[in-house]
T-cell receptor, first 114, second 114 residues
Framework: AQSVSQHNHHVILSEAASLELGCNYS??????LFWYVQYPGQHLQLLLK??????LVKGIKGFEAEFIKSKFSFNLRKPSVQWSDTAEYFC????????????FGTGTRLLVSP | DAGVTQSPTHLIKTRGQQVTLRCSPK?????VSWYQQALGQGPQFIFQ???????QRGNFPDRFSGHQFPNYSSELNVNALLLGDSALYLC?????????????FGEGSRLTVL
């Protein structure tokens, strides 16, 4: 069965610090990869996605992620975080690409202190 | 353009009861998926509806059932509630023709089973 691992459950950073959240998945075939964000009191929103092509994908609000196939990883990065980035971040994989069925990681809670 | 709307937002039930949750997809979307998010966990796929039929199902018992109506809205029904069914239930909509396209999530229905 597919699974997604997010290594950091809680991350605390100061504003302007750099961010990297790890995500690894277990599936050997073609996958589509996603990062979703949930701001306090809001619904899940898509941050960025990878389907094919350039393994470095850019999303909203200055976030980017790199797909490394050999490592089964899709880590999320941001060079300089802001207080407004405080949220929970979920990595997700869709290996059953015809059915839009996502397998999510357990999430990482990010707290950015001003 | 209305996003995904879910009702009710919160509800409390007792063990053995039945519950129905409702979802209206984003305008123009024809596919509805349901996810269960337990406390501290990522969302888990329950099932997906397209053309009023269940197309895919996750690892959930038959107590979980659903329906999709001709206007694409959907219901999730859970029978014989257990304490472990307490969770946030998320509805996500998408456009089937987009294949592995983005899912749009509602804010969820928080179910507490006492």
């Amino acid at each position: 069965a597919q699974s997604v691992s997010q290594h950091n459950h809680h991350v605390i950073l100061s504003e302007a610090a750099s961010l990297e959240l790890g995500c690894n998945y277990s599936y050997g075939g073609t996958v589509n990869l996603f990062w979703y964000v949930q701001y306090p009191g809001q619904h899940l929103q898509l941050l960025l996605k990878y389907f094919s092509g350039d393994p470095l994908v850019k999303g909203i609000k200055g976030f980017e992620a790199e797909f490394i196939k050999s490592k089964f990883s899709f880590n999320l990065r941001k060079p300089s975080v802001q207080w407004s980035d405080t949220a929970e971040y979920f990595c997700a994989v869709n290996a059953d690409t015809g059915f839009q069925k996502l397998v999510f990681g357990t999430g990482t809670r990010l707290l950015v202190s001003p | 353009d209305a996003g995904v709307t879910q009702s009710p937002t919160h509800l409390i039930k007792t063990r053995g009861q039945q519950v129905t949750l409702r979802c209206s997809p984003k305008s123009g979307h024809d596919t509805v998926s349901w996810y269960q998010q337990a406390l501290g966990q990522g969302p888990q796929f329950i099932f997906q509806y397209y053309e009023e039929e269940e197309r895919q199902r996750g690892n959930f018992p038959d107590r979980f059932s659903g329906h999709q109506f001709p206007n694409y809205s959907s219901e999730l029904n859970v029978n014989a509630l257990l304490l472990g069914d307490s969770a946030l239930y998320l509805c996500a909509s998408s456009l089937q023709a987009r294949g592995s396209g983005e899912l749009f999530f509602g804010e969820g229905s928080r179910l507490t089973v006492l």
